[in-house]
């Protein structure tokens, strides 16, 4: 389950301090010393941990007094707050064009869940938002992706742009946005080629069909349960693509949750969905409160 080891030992280090009435510096130094290992330990990113440690202690030792809270919840109030804050505040929504089609391009290595999310994600515009989405098979590479998105469309019931492997994708993601203006599709979501590591052809490719095409979002999938690998993959595309949002896929099966905690930190872009299984309604929009939440207990 996500995040289950980090909850634990969380949940476990303020069983401590819950219901003291008085919290000494020692009492804030034991605690933030735990979380770091914690923390450490769930994998997140080293100077993440550093910068996260320095200002719970300096919330928590010069802390405002509030008279409905123990001084020991309201040490962990501080905490819960700016884990909120590090996995991105508020819950960021999907930028949408003032024309539609909105045009959403899914980038991310192969194997990271990107064909599946753009299933997930097609899905949700539909069912929570009353959207008509035009998926795009623009993996020339490989035949199978071609086929794996079609699949979906069929079990979605949702039309699939595709031209098989031997056109450009630059044209066929430029082809599948005037099939949607004809065809009144508000959304478009092109699902692009992936490959196993970050490489220079791939992002040559990628960096054209951005140029040319001008998404309203670009979001980068990574596999949760890779950790900081997801981490320096979030990293890389960011610097070449600018992407604007982060899909991070399995977290139903990352106990550890330190690229959850480590993404928005180093890369300034917020994780605006989380894949939680292998079925197409397991996508979930990502509010950072309620995963504090859950990580707090
Ligand atoms: P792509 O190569 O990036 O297009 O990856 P796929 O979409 O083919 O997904 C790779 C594998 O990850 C498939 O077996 C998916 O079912 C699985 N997968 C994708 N997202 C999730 C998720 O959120 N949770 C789980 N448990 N599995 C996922």
Same mark, same amino acid.
């Given at each position: ?7 634990? $030992?969380?949940?476990?280090?303020? +069983? ?13 130094? @034991?605690?933030?010393?735990?979380? $770091? ?17 320095? *200002?719970?202690?300096?919330?928590? #030792? ?22 909120? &804050?590090?996995?991105? /505040? ?5 930028? #949408?064009? %003032? ?7 899914? #980038? ?17 515009? *539909?069912?929570?938002? %009353?959207? !008509? ?21 069929? +079990?979605? =019931? ?9 056109? !450009?994708?630059?044209?066929?993601? !430029?082809?599948?946005? +005037?099939?949607?203006?004809? %065809?009144?599709? &508000? ?6 080629? /992936? ?36 981490? %320096?993959?979030? @990293? ?15 977290? =139903?099966?990352?106990?550890?949750? /330190? ?6 930190? #180093? ?13 197409? &309604? ?6 950072? &409160?309620?995963?504090?939440? $859950?990580?707090?207990?």
């Amino acid at each position: 389950m996500a995040f289950e080891g980090l909850a634990d $030992r969380l949940q476990n280090t303020f +069983q401590k301090i819950k219901g003291k009435g008085k919290v000494t510096e020692a009492d804030v130094k @034991e605690m933030t010393r735990e979380v $770091r290992l914690a923390l450490l330990e769930a994998d997140v990113n080293f100077k993440v941990v550093k910068d996260f440690i320095k *200002r719970i202690k300096e919330r928590a #030792v010069g802390q405002e007094v509030m008279q409905s809270l123990t001084p020991g919840q309201q040490v962990i109030k501080v905490v819960k707050e700016e884990l909120t &804050d590090l996995m991105g /505040g508020e819950q960021s929504k999907i930028a #949408v064009a %003032n024309r539609p089609p909105t045009v959403i391009m899914m #980038v991310g290595l192969q194997g990271a869940g990107k064909t599946t999310t753009t299933g997930k994600l097609a899905n949700h515009l *539909r069912k929570q938002h %009353n959207r !008509n989405p035009l998926l795009v098979a623009a993996d020339v590479y490989r035949p199978a992706a071609i086929n794996q998105l079609e699949t979906l469309g069929n +079990q979605l =019931d949702m039309p699939v742009f595709s031209k098989g492997t031997e056109a !450009n994708p630059v044209d066929i993601a !430029n082809e599948a946005i +005037q099939q949607a203006k004809d %065809n009144h599709n &508000d959304y478009v979501i092109i699902d692009t080629a /992936g490959r196993l590591h970050v490489d220079e052809h791939l992002m040559d490719e990628l960096q054209q069909i951005r140029q040319n095409v001008q998404p309203n979002e670009t979001f980068l999938v990574v596999d949760a349960m890779t950790g900081q690998d997801a981490v %320096n993959v979030a @990293e890389t595309f960011n610097e070449q693509l600018d992407v604007t949002g982060v899909v991070l896929t399995k977290l =139903d099966g990352d106990t550890r949750g /330190g690229a959850a905690l480590s993404i928005k930190a #180093v890369t300034d872009k917020p994780i605006k969905f989380a894949g939680m299984g292998e079925k197409l &309604d397991q996508l979930e929009p990502f509010y950072p &409160d309620r995963m504090a939440q $859950r990580i707090l207990g």
